[in-house]
């Protein structure tokens, strides 16, 4: 099955820094999802962007998806110690069934 | 709020043992999903439900079975369980939608086979 790709998988930066995470997938998508995961704990959806869309804000994130490379970047602005966390983009299962698959994630730090 | 609840966050068992893992949404949702998720692999699928009594096998289903009477509830069964079974285990939940919708998850069950 499908599973999507993070990069880098670790990144640790200073607060107040961006912080920006890819992720590539092999096939068709019907939409992408980012996730958040505190550590030992279960995963928080961040934001769902469509295939037919090219970008989308929530608060401090953004996510950009170009389905030519199949590809999208999620971009923390500003980030806080309280972002500290492994983030994790999700697909769609291409054959219909609407399944989402994980990729590895990316484990950020981010040091006060 | 909406929730989806998993009857334990640690669990130790001892190899052979039959485990029960228990999970619960008060969504609504049809869908719901039983993922493992090991340091370097990420999370993968084991097994999914997209309604009552209806089950499908996911990428890792080998030593697993599920059971799901209720709606609002997904159990996942270790028959006897084995040290490579040792893992962090997520229950999720999601609306039944061709559009796709975003999943909902529980806190998680990390899971030691003895």
């Known amino acids: 099955s499908q599973q999507g790709e993070e990069d880098p998988q670790a990144l640790s930066i200073q607060e107040g820094e961006n912080a920006t995470m890819n992720c590539s997938y092999k096939t068709s998508i019907n939409n992408l999802q980012w996730y958040r995961q505190n550590s030992g704990r279960g995963l928080v959806h961040l934001i769902l962007?469509?295939?037919?869309?090219r970008e989308k804000h929530s608060g401090r994130l953004r996510v950009t998806l170009d389905t030519s490379k199949k590809s999208s970047s999620l971009l923390i602005t500003a980030s806080r110690a309280a972002d500290t966390a492994s983030y994790f983009c999700?697909?769609?299962?291409?054959?219909?069934?609407?399944?989402?698959?994980f990729g590895r994630g990316t484990s950020l730090i981010v040091h006060p | 709020d909406v929730k989806v609840t998993q009857s334990s966050r640690y669990l130790v068992k001892r190899t052979g043992e039959k485990v029960f893992l228990e999970c619960v949404q008060d969504m609504d949702h049809e869908n719901m999903f039983w993922y493992r998720q090991d340091p370097g692999l990420g999370l993968r699928l084991i097994y999914f439900s997209y309604d009552v009594k209806m089950k499908e096998k996911g990428d890792i289903p080998e030593g697993y079975s599920v059971s799901r009477e209720k709606k609002e509830r997904f159990s996942l069964i270790l028959e006897s369980a084995s040290t490579n079974q040792t893992s962090m285990y997520l229950c999720?939940?999601?609306?039944?939608?061709?559009?796709?919708?975003?999943?909902?998850f529980g806190s998680g069950t990390q899971l030691s086979v003895l």
């Open positions: 999720a939940s999601k609306r039944d939608s061709p559009s796709g919708e975003k999943l909902f």
């Open positions: 999700a697909t769609d299962d291409p054959g219909g069934s609407y399944i989402p698959t």
């Open positions: 962007i469509r295939s037919n869309e």
